[in-house]
C-alpha cells in the first residue's frame, strides 16, 4: 500500500505564488510517472503538470511559464511552484503518482487533494 500526503494549498491574492507538495511512502519500488492535476467547481479533472516515465515533463498550456513541476527522488516527493496565480487557477489541486511495486506490479494512487483558492 502507497500513502500520499499533500500539503500547500490555500488562499492567495491574484498575482501571489503558492508550492504544492506530494510525499509519497509504502510498498514503493519505482515511480513511474508523477503529476498534478487539479478540478474545479462544476469541471472535470485536468492535468496541470507532468513528469513523464522518461522523465520529461509536460505542462497545461494555461499554466506553461507560470507553474513548475520538480521532484526529490530520495524523497519520493513531488512538488508544484505556481506563480502569477489567477482567480481561474482555483481549484482542488491533487496529486498523482503510479507505482511499480515490489512484486512489479503498477498501481495509480492520488493525493487526499488540496484546495487552492486565488481571490482578493
Known amino acids: 500500500q502507497v500513502q500520499l500526503v499533500e500539503s500547500g494549498g490555500g488562499l492567495v491574492q491574484p498575482g501571489g505564488s503558492l508550492r504544492l507538495s506530494c510525499a509519497a511512502s509504502?510498498?514503493?519500488?519505482?515511480?513511474?510517472?508523477m503529476g498534478w492535476y487539479r478540478q474545479a467547481p462544476g469541471k472535470e479533472r485536468e492535468l496541470v503538470a507532468l513528469?513523464?516515465?522518461?522523465?520529461?515533463?509536460n505542462y497545461a498550456d494555461s499554466v506553461k511559464g507560470r507553474f513548475t513541476i520538480s521532484r526529490d527522488n530520495a524523497k519520493n516527493t513531488v512538488y508544484l511552484q505556481m506563480n502569477n496565480l489567477s482567480p481561474e487557477d482555483t481549484a482542488v489541486y491533487y496529486c498523482?503518482?503510479?507505482?511499480?511495486?515490489?512484486?512489479?506490479?503498477?498501481?495509480?494512487?492520488w493525493g487526499q487533494g488540496t484546495q487552492v483558492t486565488v481571490s482578493s
Open positions: 509504502g510498498s514503493i519500488f519505482s515511480i513511474r510517472d
Open positions: 513528469f513523464t516515465a522518461g522523465g520529461s515533463t
Open positions: 498523482n503518482f503510479h507505482v511499480i511495486n515490489w512484486f512489479s506490479r503498477t498501481y495509480t494512487y
